[in-house]
Nanobody, 114 residues
Framework: QVQLVESGGGLVQPGGSLRLSCAAS????????MAWYRQAPGKQRELVAT???????NYADSVKGRFTISRDNSKNTVYLQMNSLKPDDTAVYYC????????WGQGTQVTVSS
């Protein structure tokens, strides 16, 4: 069972930046397309960004141009750099395998507020 541990969330003012990290407990990490998701209060979990095994990122329209997904296969870690944050970005952020999701981690809370 792959374990996923997200970190890096916090409280930030609108326009600010955060960098999220997700460490995966698997030596097969480099073979997976990975994804970041988020779930805002009262809403369903939504896909934010994906990154292929080759490092190509794809983004939801709501974050395109502001967020950047990356990965370090040597550390079994995927990152999400979030810039120009908006209050609508407030949510719990999760990572997972995109094609075959495993058990969800605890997520990391991002709150954008003045």
């Amino acid at each position: 069972q792959v374990q996923l541990v997200e970190s890096g969330g916090g409280l930030v003012q609108p326009g600010g930046s955060l960098r999220l990290s997700c460490a995966a407990s698997t030596s097969l990490f480099s073979f997976y397309t990975m994804a970041w998701y988020r779930q805002a209060p009262g809403k369903q979990r939504e896909l934010v960004a994906t990154i292929t095994t080759g490092g190509t990122g794809n983004y939801a329209d709501s974050v395109k141009g502001r967020f950047t997904i990356s990965r370090d296969n040597s550390k079994n870690t995927v990152y999400l750099q979030m810039n120009s944050l908006k209050p609508d970005d407030t949510a719990v952020y999760y990572c997972n395998r995109f094609n075959a999701p495993t058990s969800w981690g605890q997520g990391t809370q991002v709150t954008v507020s003045s």
